[in-house]
Structure formats: C-alpha cells, structure tokens
C-alpha cells in the first residue's frame, strides 16, 4: 500500500497545531483576565477577586504546561518532515520563532511562578506585576506567531538568493499586509474564547450553587468584555476579507465557492462544491449580497477561482464550511450576548436557569470557531506554504517516505489522546469544585499592599536567589 508522505506530513502537522492552538485559545485570555482580577483585588481589596484570581491562575497552570508540551512538538517537525521549507525560510521565519521565544516564554515561564508560589511571599502589588507580565508574555507570542505565519500568506521585504528567502527590511517582514488584521482577528477571538469559557463556568457553578458570590462576578465580567469583544469581531473580520480579497483572492474565491468572476455575485448560504465539475450543487443564494459584503459595493467585482490555473487553486469544500462554521459560531454568540444583557436590564440574569444552561452549553463555541477559522487560513492558502513562492510539495523533507510519517504520525495520535483528557479531567475536577474550595486560606492572602516587603520577596521580585 502506497502512503503519500506529503499528504501525511499535512495531516500530522493538522492533528498537532489544531491540538495546541486551542490551549493558547483559552490561556491568552485567560491570563488577561486574571490580571484584571489581580488589579480589582489591589484597587479594592476585595477578596472575592482574590479568589476568582487564584482560581483561575490553577486553571491557566494546566492549560499552560499542555501548551508548551504541544508547542514542543511542531518545530521538531519543521526539521523532520519540513526541511525543505525550513532551509528556504530560515534566513526570514526563525529570527521571528526566536523572538516570540526571547520576550513571551521567558516572561511567561519567569513571571507564571511568582503568581503561582507568590500569593503568601510578596506583596500584592508585585503579585499584580507578574500578572501582568504574564499576560503581556501571551500578548508577545501571539504577535510573533502572527507575524510569522503572516509573512507566510503576504510574504514581504524579502529577497530570493539561491532559492532562499532573506530578509530586505525587518519592518516589511513583521509588519506585513496582512498581519495588523489577523492579528488583531486572532487576539479578539482568543479574548472571545475565554469570555464564554468564564460565562460557562460561572453559569455552572450558579446551576450547582457552589461559589455564588463568585460566579455572578465571573458571569459579569465575562458578558460586559463579551458585549465589546464580540461586535467588534464582526467588524476585524469584514476588514480582513478585504484584505484577504485584495491579496489572497483565490483563497476568498474558494471560502465562498465562487467559480465565475463576476459582479453583483450573490452569497452562498449553502452548497456542495464540486471541484472537477467546477461548479456547485445544491446552491441556496441570496442575490447580490455577495458583493455587497465582500466589496462593500452591490456591483462590485469578485474574482473567481476559473481566473486562476487548476494548480494554483486551494481545495475548496474545507474552507467553504469550515467560513460557515465560523461565521455560525458567531452569529450564536451574539445573540446569547443580545439575550444576556436583556436579562441583565431585566434583573433575570443570574436566576434564569435556561440561559445559564445555555451559556454552559456555549463553552465550546469560541474554540470550534477558532478551529474552522485557523482551516480556513492554512486550506485556503494551499498549494503553497509561502504564498505564491513556495509550493508545498516542494516544502517536504525529500527523503521523507509514506510509512515513516504514518509511524510518526499514529504515535503523535496515541500520545495526543492520552495527554489531553487527562489535562481536561484535572481541569473539569477544578471547575467542579469551584473558587471557594480552590483558593487558599483567607489570612494567607491578606498581606496589605502598604505593608514592608520582605528582603526574601525582594528577591523573587528582582529574579535572585
């Protein structure tokens, strides 16, 4: 039996990247919202952001050390089933890798001890600090991660010697067409993820009346970020379709299964794309809104996928649902956001047990949509994995064979499923325990901001033993 390695190599590089990306998903946010709780807690000295912060600090601990064991993973395979690609990137790409690894996982790794160990050890000021700094690590990598795999859909400020990227100018290369959206795009969708995770959470602990006080806190704070974070999605994400359709315009071609180039085009709700009939069956459209949306004029212009050679097209069903999976996932959030702050005008919130049921139920919702967003993205950009310059038949590692990858690739899967439960377990038995029973002694966490600091927490603060 013949196994293609390069159509293996993309699948064992799916599995490993749709596995990690939903762990930064939950600890970018995450960690911002634990800052702002460490900041309410200074500003106040209200303990009950004490303990929604140290709660949710063990949560992110979890999340993180499976994050860095995942991420582990996909630079190895840069070198092991990627060599190609990696030699004629290297030059650009790994100053990028290098840099998210200098100023996010230093600060993230330095600073997640002292908010794990500090609560009894410095003051609450500093332990509000390395919140903070854990945050901004997050931030840091999101911006080099973007920046790279930005580059690698709007490739710019490069030159090609010997079939060999190297960077012209380092502004073009970071700051580069497409980047300020996506990145913008993903931060707001990984903020959005955690804000139904912290409503969900504090809806499950009303349902089952642990940590009251708590869990309307939570829910609070979640549905006023979520009020702002979700509308304004809607609108990064319109901005970048137009950048997508000014330089990646097979890749908007293939999201709406869009064959003919034309004007007025209409939207696909729903269809079956077929790719050697070049056509789609069982359309559902709605007349000219297409290119009202995707222009922003009723007669404007959308290119279609007959305008580019048969090889140069990207699959096309993937992106085409995976959109409309994303785009779902929206629409839903948005109005439970509507329906929550109606029941909050109403005074109902917090009693209304079919919304906190349905808030539970929506956890899930910001991480299936960073999932079809992130295959949109990666299927659409296909065949290349430089866009426009690199194919990736010519980016696998040229010795690589069929079976090799299999072996690797099932030995990723057994891992993958064994890790991963086991992480969400330790988390679900969090959840259900709750803020109150997680957090530590209450005299333990009354330290006054105003009072002396010791020298050993000095210490700690400045990195010394």
Same mark, same amino acid.
Request: charged letters at 20%.
């Given at each position: 039996m013949h196994f293609d390695p390069i159509l293996l190599s993309r699948v064992q590089f799916a599995w490993v990247i749709a596995w990690h990306i939903l762990l930064p998903a939950f600890t970018v946010g995450t960690a911002s919202f634990i800052a702002v709780?460490?900041?309410?807690?200074? !500003?106040?000295?209200?303990?009950?952001?004490?303990?929604?912060?140290?709660?949710?600090?063990?949560?992110?601990?979890?999340a993180f050390g499976m994050g860095v064991v995942s991420g582990l993973v996909m630079p190895f395979q840069f070198g092991t089933n990627w060599s190609r690609y990696a030699s004629a990137t290297a030059n650009v790409l790994s100053p990028l890798f290098a840099y998210e690894g200098l100023t996010a996982f230093f600060l993230e790794a330095g600073f997640l001890g002292v908010?794990?160990?500090?609560?009894?050890?410095?003051?609450?000021?500093?332990?509000?600090?390395?919140?903070?700094?854990?945050?901004?690590?997050t931030l840091f990598s999101t911006f080099w991660i973007l920046s790279a795999n930005s580059w690698m859909q709007t490739p710019a400020g490069y030159e090609i010697i010997n079939d060999q990227f190297f960077p012209k100018d380092w502004l073009e290369v970071i700051f580069n067409p497409s980047f300020p959206y996506r990145l913008a795009h993903t931060a707001i969708a990984f903020f959005t993820t955690t804000g139904f995770v912290v409503l969900g959470v504090g809806a499950y602990l009303l349902r089952a009346d642990r940590s009251p006080q708590e869990a309307r806190i939570m829910m609070s704070m979640a549905l006023w970020s979520l009020t702002v974070l979700v509308p304004l999605?809607?609108?990064?994400?319109?901005?970048?379709?137009?950048?997508?359709?000014?330089?990646?315009?097979?890749?908007?071609?293939?999201?709406?299964?869009?064959?003919?180039t034309g004007n007025a085009v209409p939207l696909t709700l729903f !269809?079956?794309?077929?790719?050697?009939?070049?056509?789609?069956?069982?359309?559902?459209?709605?007349?000219?809104?297409?290119?009202?949306?995707?222009t922003h004029d009723i007669h404007g212009e959308v290119k279609g996928l007959k305008d580019f050679p048969a090889d140069q097209r990207p699959p096309v069903a993937i992106p085409f649902f995976a959109f409309r999976a994303m785009v779902g996932c929206a629409v839903v959030m948005l109005a439970l956001v509507v329906l929550g702050g109606w029941l909050r005008w109403r005074g109902r919130l917090y009693e209304t047990r079919w919304y906190l049921l349905a808030c539970q139920c929506a956890v899930p919702l910001g991480f299936i949509a960073v999932i079809a967003g992130w295959f949109v993205t990666e299927v659409g950009r296909q065949p290349w994995t430089v866009y426009g310059l690199l194919r990736t038949t010519a980016s696998v590692t040229p010795s690589l064979t069929g079976s090799e990858v299999t072996l690797s690739l099932l030995a990723y899967i057994?891992?993958?499923?064994?890790?991963?439960?086991?992480?969400?377990?330790?988390?679900?038995?969090?959840?259900?325990?709750?803020?109150?029973?997680?957090s530590e002694a209450a005299p333990a966490t009354e330290l006054s901001p105003a009072a002396p600091v010791p020298a050993r927490a000095i210490n700690i603060v400045k990195g010394e033993m």
């Open positions: 709780c460490e900041a309410l807690a200074l !500003a106040t000295g209200r303990e009950v952001y004490v303990r929604i912060s140290t709660f949710w600090t063990k949560l992110f601990a979890i908010l794990l160990f500090g609560r009894t050890r410095v003051p609450r000021w500093a332990h509000f600090i390395a919140a903070l700094m854990v945050a901004i690590g999605q809607m609108v990064i994400g319109d901005m970048h379709g137009l950048n997508t359709r000014e330089y990646q315009p097979a890749k908007l071609a293939a999201i709406e299964a869009r064959w003919e !269809a079956i794309p077929d790719d050697k009939a070049e056509r789609n069956r069982f359309a559902i459209e709605i007349p000219v809104l297409g290119s009202l949306i995707l057994s891992v993958y499923l064994l890790i991963y439960p086991a992480g969400l377990i330790l988390l679900f038995r969090l959840v259900r325990t709750g803020p109150l029973a997680t």
